[in-house]
Nanobody, 116 residues
Framework: VQLQASGGGLVQAGGSLRLSCAASGSAFDIKGMGWYRQAPGKQRELVATITSGGYINYADSVKGRFTISRDNGKNTVELQMNSLKSEDTGVYYC???????????WGQGTQVTVSS
């Protein structure tokens, strides 16, 4: 299974970016998809997740600014990021969660840099 993330870049504070992630490869079951980020010197943290049934969870720090969406048929997940802040800077990773406690899959990460 491969996860290909795209859409990162450099943006000024207050700007917007849209991240996309597409999953491909051998047949696999998806329980949910999501985005995580890791800032320099910090642990990786959850940004937003969405289950196959459409249940969405956001980190408190991004509520009202970020929107996650997915296309179950295409196995893609996107993250619309608005009103970006310098503290949103980091490497963003997409992830697939699998059912029955099976290990998930991580994408390679895409850099998001917000200049103040």
């Amino acid at each position: 299974v491969q996860l290909q993330a795209s859409g990162g870049g450099l943006v000024q504070a207050g700007g917007s970016l849209r991240l996309s992630c597409a999953a491909s490869g051998s047949a696999f079951d998806i329980k949910g998809m999501g985005w995580y980020r890791q800032a320099p010197g910090k642990q990786r943290e959850l940004v937003a997740t969405i289950t196959s049934g459409g249940y969405i969870n956001y980190a408190d720090s991004v509520k009202g600014r970020f929107t996650i969406s997915r296309d179950n048929g295409k196995n893609t997940v996107e993250l619309q990021m608005n009103s970006l802040k310098s503290e949103d800077t980091g490497v963003y990773y997409c992830k697939i969660d699998r059912p029955f406690g099976l290990p998930g899959y991580w994408g390679q990460g895409t850099q998001v840099t917000v200049s103040s």
